[in-house]
């Protein structure tokens, strides 16, 4: 059976990119301890030395749309391209192409559906930066296979938190029956306190430094009695309009395990949001 | 009401970057045009098939006309939509890093929890 190596769970700031590789005047003075942080926290996944990437994200109204619009998709496809022209235009992200697991999709996909999960699926899906933030920071060579899976943090009405710790929990079963010799590591990217296109957005640290406190103690403890307690659909206008993306966190508190205390934590506290990295080894520290 | 047509109109205008400048320069124009030629698009559908009922409310389509994102807001328009297509019209014209964005905020200072609802 396939075994899981590393449990990741990160924020996803599109500025990194330009961020850490801008030089000279345009290289803004947070840069440097930004590199040094995330280069610290590629080495998490590095050293758990996967085979194949399970990535959780949520689709920024680029293909999925108020038309159509699924609450959990699985991609199934050989190849995903990635980034969007307004994520070229806004981040300067650039083009990439990654290849696909369509093996793991496929099981996922029947899996979880047999255990209750209506899953969506694409077969032709051109992945955001919920998923190419991570590529670039915790894998930038972008050579390993991946699974993508898209929740909808985005577009009410939404899946409630404990649906997205539910999944965490299936998903991380799932993939240790899939039938395969492969190390899979699962990285998932949500965000803290977070306001766009709100009053509260761009300010010198993000929107609720005290939920970000919080949050960042429930991830790191593997607290879901408490987060699942004080975290709601309703609740979670309050630190930002955008902070339902921490439900993408709380999923990966599913796959890590309640309970499970996370091996490596780390934060930057940034203009606009806070930065939050975290890496779990289920099956021990590698040596 | 029509969120989703606020919507709609906000999320196909950005990914187009001809109509960017279209709505940059010409909001009136732009506007009529879109929903007169574009708002009963069936997205995924390339031969005639359409909807038939969409059309913007005259409060609607004057905060689109006069780019006032705090009305577009007050109207339950996705604000993550809303920015995007902004930034992408009016970043261009800062004259320091993110002058436009916090700006952009400064203009909403008045709107306290709860914000208008965004579900369509």
Sequence with gaps: ?287 | MSKYLLNKFLYTVDRDPALVERYREQPRELVTWWEAERANELLNCVTGEASTWLRFTGEERDALIGHDHCKLFELGAHPFLTLTLFIAMFERDNTEPLEYQKAYGARMAHFALPYPDIAT
């Design chain 1, 1 to 287: 059976m396939a075994s899981i190596v590393a449990v990741i769970a990160s924020t996803h700031h599109p500025f990194y990119y330009r961020a850490s590789t801008s030089t000279g005047a345009d290289r803004p003075p947070f840069a440097d301890e930004w590199v040094r942080k995330i280069t610290a926290f590629r080495e998490t996944l590095t050293r758990a030395n996967p085979d194949v990437l399970v990535m959780v994200g949520s689709d920024h109204f680029h293909q999925l749309w108020l038309d159509n619009m699924p609450q959990f998709l699985v991609g199934k496809a050989p190849f995903y391209d990635a980034n969007w022209h307004n994520e070229e235009r806004e981040f300067g992200l650039p083009r990439m192409l990654l290849k696909g697991q369509e093996d793991l999709s496929a099981h996922i996909l029947r899996a979880g559906l047999d255990a209750g999960f209506d899953l969506a699926f694409s077969n032709e899906l051109r992945i955001d930066h919920s998923v190419t933030c991570p590529i670039i920071t915790l894998r930038p060579e972008a050579d390993l296979p991946i699974v993508p899976i898209y929740t909808n943090i985005f577009a009410p009405p939404l899946p409630r938190p404990a649906r997205f710790v539910k999944l965490g929990e299936a998903i991380r079963t799932i993939i240790q029956e899939w039938p395969s010799h492969l190390r899979v590591a699962v990285i998932g990217t949500g965000h803290l306190s977070l306001e766009l296109g709100g009053p509260r957005q761009f300010g010198p640290h993000g929107p609720d430094p005290e939920f970000d406190r919080r949050a960042v103690e429930w991830i790191a403890t593997g607290d879901l009695d408490n987060c699942l307690r004080e975290v709601t659909l309703d609740s979670l206008h309050a630190p930002g309009n955008a902070t339902h993306g921490f439900m993408d966190f709380m999923l990966m508190m599913g796959v890590a395990g309640a309970g499970a205390k996370a091996d490596y934590v780390d934060t930057l506290d940034l203009f606009h949001t806070m930065e939050a990295y975290f890496t779990w080894y289920p099956n021990g520290v590698p040596a």
